[in-house]
């Protein structure tokens, strides 16, 4: 069974320095942006395989590199299926990969956790007890006497 999956991670990789290779050399849609291939999923019967791609560019961009390979997507499995020499070229659905917007989310919530920390550390760097340092404990406690 773990040769299957070898075989299944192997025709993964694989696939993606072809389409990346296919992507840079063969297609010439104007179109298609700045891609970088993330990741490629193929299913465990090797008839479908998912290619993630993230697109540098404004969302505009990232629209038209859509449409760019979706349109070259006949051509890009041909030429896949050429170059794997595989029984069954598998069908092929680009995938936009949200990892980039994500950690540009994480870090703009990392700067504003990080300027309230400092906001926070600036008033109490200033901040004295309320009531002293041991507001628990009174010089003239009464009842301290009466222990003695």
């Given at each position: ?144 006497e009466a222990a003695d």
């Amino acid at each position: 069974m773990t040769d299957h999956k070898a075989r299944v991670r192997r025709l993964a990789d694989r696939i993606q320095v072809v389409v990346a290779e296919i992507l840079e050399r063969r297609v010439k849609d104007p179109r298609l942006g700045f891609v970088t291939l993330t990741d490629v999923r193929v299913t465990n019967d090797l008839r479908e395989a998912s290619i993630f791609y993230t697109v540098l560019g404004d969302p505009a961009e990232r629209t038209d590199t859509a449409a760019a390979l979706d349109s070259a997507k006949g051509m890009i499995r041909s030429e896949m299926g050429q170059a794997l020499g595989v029984k069954f070229t598998p069908t092929i659905t680009f995938i936009a990969d949200a990892v980039p917007e994500n950690a540009a989310h994480i870090d703009e919530l990392l700067k504003q956790a990080a300027a309230s920390d400092a906001k926070i550390a600036e008033q109490s760097a200033a901040a004295e007890f309320a009531g002293g340092a041991d507001p628990y404990r009174a010089e003239d406690d009464p009842d301290d006497e009466a222990a003695d």
